[in-house]
């Protein structure tokens, strides 16, 4: 029989507690980044603006809806422009494929949150600095019912208070990782759920690497939602002669050094037309460098939209990254890469340990590219170290997450290691 899981229910203030650590957290945020006079500037504006939401929070609750439903799986997404790129399609197809009533919506902003009276009375006293968040919060739980939340948004200073409400009623906060936790976002800092699902080892050394963390969490190696044996594709031959070069978010696209590094690439395309040179743009870019660039080489091609990064990779034999999450996929489709980038920006992917030194010349660039075609094979194998590195479970990584919130949803414990938080 499995170990059952235990959840010890919240005690007496709480929910108190959990402000004041709250603000003792982001008080260090603002000073690993700012002077003692503009983190205090910044700290009174913030709890000025939290102070706001909670007073109008605090007079709402006399209009808020009682409405109340059950289901096994809420998922929160992190905004509403997040659900229509359909990022998690596979594994709530799954879910709901195995007969688990799975609801899935987003986390509203505050100003959404008072409009909509989205409010329940938190079952203990709050700050009115953080009622807002709490009363939000309690409202998502009772309104919901659900017998284990899915979080997706990082950094959320609603999710502490997400878990006080679940765990009054026995049940799990789950945060699940979009992304490798490599980039130094302080939104990464927020660690305050049950369990923390994670792609691999590398995402939890650099956790603990982290000198700010806030809550502690049972960090399980998960292997990716997003990844399935789709990827477990057929070594390509060097002769396809294809190179599928890997897009950066359009924050990324505006700043100088990416800039210069999608120059290099459509430079390096325009001296090569004997290679097929396809882009696989971000899920939030519409490329319109890329789209430029494609209707003055007919040997570019800006994918559609509805082409997956599967078979993107399925169609490449070589993988150039500049800095996005995918080379972990396209390593894992045993595809070669290449790291490129013209910027300053630090290689948090380890990618020179693995492919070689950073490329930022394009004579450089056409010396790596013809050593992988003469080295094809040797160059799959550091593909394959590493997809490792990064990533539990290989292609079987939405199959084990499913497994994984199926135990819970049954009160099983899960294998975890704990993530203490570095403010108490």
């Not at 359909?86 to 509203?108: D, P, S, Y």
């Not at 800039?259 to 696989?280: E, G």
Request: proline share 6%; aromatic share 8%.
């Amino acid at each position: 029989m499995a170990e059952p899981i235990r959840i010890d229910p919240p005690a007496e203030g709480a929910w108190a507690r959990k402000a004041r650590m709250l603000d003792r957290y982001r008080w260090r945020v603002l000073r690993e980044r700012h002077a003692w006079p503009g983190a205090a500037l910044r700290f009174g504006r913030e709890a000025l603006l939290d102070l706001i939401f909670g007073i109008r929070a605090h007079l709402g609750l006399s209009k808020a809806s009682r409405e109340s439903e059950s289901c096994d799986f809420l998922l929160l997404q992190g905004a509403p422009k997040v659900i229509p790129l359909q990022r998690k399609k596979h594994l709530i197809a799954a879910l709901r494929g195995a007969g688990h009533h799975l609801v899935e919506i987003a986390q509203e902003d505050p100003q959404a949150v008072i409009a909509g009276h989205l409010l329940a009375r938190p079952p203990q006293l709050v700050p009115l600095r953080y009622f807002g968040y709490a009363a939000y919060a309690e409202w998502l739980v009772e309104r919901h019912g659900p017998r284990l939340l899915i979080n997706d948004r990082n950094g959320s200073l609603c999710s502490p208070f997400l878990r006080l409400s679940l765990n009054r009623r026995g049940r799990p906060l789950v945060h699940l990782a979009h992304a490798t936790t490599l980039e130094s976002s302080r939104r990464l800092g927020m660690t305050d759920y049950d369990y923390y699902f994670l792609f691999g080892q590398s995402s939890l050394d650099a956790l603990r690497e982290r000198p700010l963390r806030f809550g502690g969490t049972q960090a399980v190696l998960s292997g990716s939602h997003m990844v399935d044996r789709a990827y477990d594709l057929p070594p390509a031959e060097a002769a396809l002669r294809t190179l599928l070069i890997l897009g950066v978010g359009p924050d990324k696209e505006k700043e100088a050094g990416y800039r210069r590094t999608y120059a290099l690439l459509r430079d390096w395309a325009a001296d090569n037309p004997h290679y097929r040179v396809l882009v696989k743009a971000h899920p939030r870019s519409q490329v319109p460098f890329w789209q430029e660039a494609a209707a003055q080489h007919a040997h570019i091609e800006v994918l559609p939209a509805g082409c997956s990064l599967a078979e993107a990779l399925g169609r490449a034999s070589v993988v150039v990254n500049i800095m996005s999450n995918a080379v972990v996929e396209a390593a894992l489709a045993r595809r070669p890469v290449i790291y490129v980038n013209a910027g300053d920006d630090r290689d948090i992917f380890a990618q020179e340990r693995f492919f070689g030194g950073r490329i930022d010349s394009l004579s450089a660039l056409t010396q790596r590219v013809a050593w992988i075609e003469g080295h094809y094979l040797p160059s799959l194998e550091k593909a394959r170290e590493f997809a490792e590195y990064h990533l539990a479970h290989g292609v079987c990584g939405m199959e084990q997450t499913i497994r994984l919130l199926e135990r819970l949803l049954r009160a099983e414990a899960v294998p975890g290691q704990p993530l203490d938080g570095a403010v108490s």
